[in-house]
């Protein structure tokens, strides 16, 4: 899943991010209110966490564009201000949570998974599939055939990827900046590497094999037809 950070403090900007990553999420982060507006029209993400003092556009004034132009994401407003006011502010503009700082980072990890489980409209599905594959993004739990596989956050957040978009020849420069956050270096093998490992996880001890390689151009997860 893919998370959207707006924060403006530099430092609880990348602590909020490595935790986040480290937990299993995808996530990009802006450091304005403009920036982290722009990010949040124009991209797919499943969660915004936005500060409310913010350059540019404050918080308020960003979720109240994107709601009024029908961007129904889940938002967790972060901030230092902890006056009632505020809090019924944010909510009526329609925030879903609302954490002050300073917080424990398990507790806004425990508000992102709750939001998560509602998902855009309460509707998104939590449980991508592939034949007897299947992956719960809340759990964060992969089995294959009724067997749990374990993966590694990096495996996970690759797996998943591929399944979201089942069907379709990722090139590794997408692969990397999705997973990694990195733009390509044909120098390097982490993808290659990742893939085998993953491969060796969920392909090798079933039939059908689902992940292939299409050589010059990337990977693609589907069920064959014989299948």
């Known amino acids: 899943m893919k ?9 609880t900007g990348d602590y ?3 935790g986040l ?12 209110g403009m920036d982290g507006l722009h990010l949040a029209v124009t991209g797919d993400y499943d969660l915004l966490v936005l500060d409310v003092m913010l350059p540019g556009l404050n918080g308020w004034q960003v979720l109240e564009t994107l709601r ?3 961007r129904e994401m889940p938002v967790l407003f972060l901030t230092a201000r902890d006056h009632v006011e505020d809090r019924v502010k944010g909510l009526e503009l329609g925030a879903d949570d609302y954490l002050v700082k300073p917080f424990a980072f398990s507790e806004l990890l425990a508000r992102v ?4 489980r509602r998902g855009k ?20 739990r992969v089995t294959r055939a009724g067997r749990r596989i374990e993966l590694t956050a990096k495996e996970f957040a690759l797996l998943e990827l591929l399944l979201r978009r089942q069907g379709e020849v990722l090139p590794r420069s997408l692969i990397a900046s999705q997973v990694w ?10 993808i290659e590497v990742a893939m085998r490992r993953l491969r060796g996880k969920v392909d090798d001890d079933f039939e059908p094999r689902l ?17």
């Open 21 to 32: 990553s480290e937990a299993g999420f995808v996530v990009d982060i802006a450091r304005d």
């Open 113 to 116: 998974r709750t939001l998560l």
């Open 16 to 18: 909020l991010k490595q």
């Open 68 to 70: 009024r132009g029908g």
């Open 211 to 227: 992940i292939r390689t299409v050589r010059g151009m990337g990977y693609v997860l589907e069920v064959p037809d014989c299948a």
């Open 181 to 190: 956050d990195m733009n390509f270096d044909s120098d390097t093998n982490v």
């Open 3 to 11: 998370i959207l950070i707006v924060e403006d403090e530099i430092k």
């Open 121 to 140: 409209s309460g509707t998104e599905a939590t449980v991508l599939r592939a034949a007897d594959l299947e992956l719960d993004l809340l759990r964060r």
